[in-house]
């Protein structure tokens, strides 16, 4: 059977294809490079915070960069955050001490998981970018007050059901409300409505604002 022309089954051409790819590739190296650029960053502060006493240690670093330099090690705190490592935080020896580490414990450990939190959101926030670099970037169509609140409970996470029983409307309804949305927002598929609202700047995780109304169902719904 031979394979569908790319122009059949899409409208597509071949080398429109191609250029995607290449975008999407070149897209990726720039958040690649920005990530390292600021991890560099991020290592060279603890470094400079701590006056030489502590080493952000991440081994992509050390393995795009060569080996890393000698550092006297008293204690190692491992860098984690949920079930993703990203290296070990390395203290040094008190000079006037050697057998007891330049940072106290409990300061090491806190520097630890502050590096954690910061390298995880970091990765958080590139894997977000590139998500949303994919989407058209288009002024969204005006949304009705009921095409906001269910898009506020889609971006929370909630599903169809859920939205339902807050709104008080048919499942059916929220489907109709949820594809008019991803019209307005340019996108088809509903995982890209939360992406597509946060880029708009329709929606924001740490707006606590929002309630859903209690008036009665209109005609917008």
């Known amino acids: 059977m031979l394979a569908p022309n790319v122009n059949e089954t899409t409208g597509t051409s071949l080398q429109e294809f191609t250029q995607l790819i290449v975008d999407l ?12 650029l600021v991890c560099e960053d991020l290592c060279q502060e603890v470094m400079r915070a701590t006056q030489g006493s502590a080493r952000l240690f991440l081994p992509y670093r050390s393995s795009s960069t060569g080996q890393p330099d000698p ?12 079930n993703r490592t990203y ?6 020896p008190d000079p006037e001490r050697p057998a007891y580490p ?3 414990l409990s300061v090491a450990q806190l520097l630890a998981n502050t590096c954690s939190s910061l390298l995880y959101s970091l990765e958080l926030t590139a894997l977000i970018e590139g998500q949303s670099q994919r989407l058209d970037a288009q002024v969204p169509a005006h949304l009705t007050k009921r095409e906001r609140e269910v898009l506020e ?7 169809q059901q859920a939205i339902a029983a807050q709104l008080s409307i ?4 929220v489907d109709t409300h949820r594809k008019r949305i991803g019209e307005k927002l340019g996108v088809h598929s509903e995982r890209d409505i939360p992406l597509a609202a946060f880029r708009a700047g329709l929606f924001s995780i740490l707006d606590e604002s929002f309630t859903v109304t209690d008036a009665p169902p209109t005609r917008e719904d």
Do not use: E, M, W
């Open 25 to 36: 590739l070149s897209l990726g190296q720039t958040v690649y490079q920005q990530i390292h």
């Open 71 to 82: 550092f006297p090690t008293s204690v190692s705190f491992p860098v984690q955050y949920r």
């Open 87 to 92: 290296g070990k935080l390395d203290i040094a």
């Open 102 to 104: 330049a940072l106290p």
């Open 153 to 159: 409970l889609i971006c929370r996470g909630n599903d």
């Open 170 to 173: 048919a499942p059916a309804t």
